[in-house]
């Protein structure tokens, strides 16, 4: 993959983008890939030389690496941080798995430090965050299966969120607003049955899309579908006065609120858009689903 910097940044960080330290050698899929859609995957590693990506899509990434480098110092006799695991038994089905946690205390708190916004925050802890909960779940199953066994048993999760954007005036006069810069989210620990179960549905479903000539298109979700929706406007307002998911809901609306479509008020299509593919895949160019529908 080819590194641009199209918006020309300074050379230092571009030269710190490209010297990504990253290394997922000696494994068949790491934990991180293992949760990535097999769509992305496949494609990525057949058009690797033809990618390109800007560095600056990579500053965030590169925050958070710096801040794995600080984290590092935090470590006390006892404790294991950044240390990269493999696993291959007879769940991986011949495959040979790795992944790199962050910190794991004496004590056995698994944490996962990430560098994300404020409201990325908020969400998470009112309505939890699925990837979150399987990145850390994989990890305790690496270091549970791992070929070198360590001496800590992990007996909880967390990731500890260290916000970029957060504000002390929004924390002062929002409810909802984390009221700190870093914030622990626990993560739920799921049992050894269902931490195998998901890994080896994981790496069935992975292998068995590398044997398919059309690896299986993302789902809405990987997608980061936004469907489609109807917004009920009244002349001389800006916003919305209800969004609905069809046009026949939308109209039912109307009626039901003695309003008349074309005398004072009319319904506006909100177009939906696939947000990954739209604005966060590498691969999209050489998606078909993709130039599909963008078109």
Known sequence: MK?????NLPQAIVNAVINDPYDGK?????ATRLLAPPRINILTKKHWDKLEEDAADRIFSLLGQSVHHIIERAAQEGDLSEERVFVNNEQTNGWTVSGQFDYLTKDGDLIDFK??????????????????????????????????????KVKSLSIVAI????????ALTSVDYPKQQVVTIPITM???AEQDAYVQGRIALHQSAALQEEPPICSPEERWNKPDTYAVMKDGRKSAVRLLPSMDEAKQ???????????????????GEDTRCAHYCAVRDYCTHWTKVSF
């Open 115 to 152: 560098t994300t916004s404020a409201w990325a925050v908020v969400d998470a802890l009112k309505n939890g965050k699925s990837e979150w909960e399987a990145q850390l779940n994989i990890l305790d199953w690496l270091i549970r299966h791992s070929e070198t066994k360590l001496p800590i």
């Open 190 to 192: 799921w049992s050894d």
């Open 253 to 271: 609306f109307i009626k039901d609120n003695g309003m008349s479509e074309g005398k004072g008020c009319k319904i506006v299509l909100r177009a």
């Open 3 to 7: 590194i641009t910097n199209l918006q």
């Open 163 to 170: 916000l970029r954007d957060w504000s002390k005036m929004k």
């Open 26 to 30: 000696g494994s068949d899929i790491s």
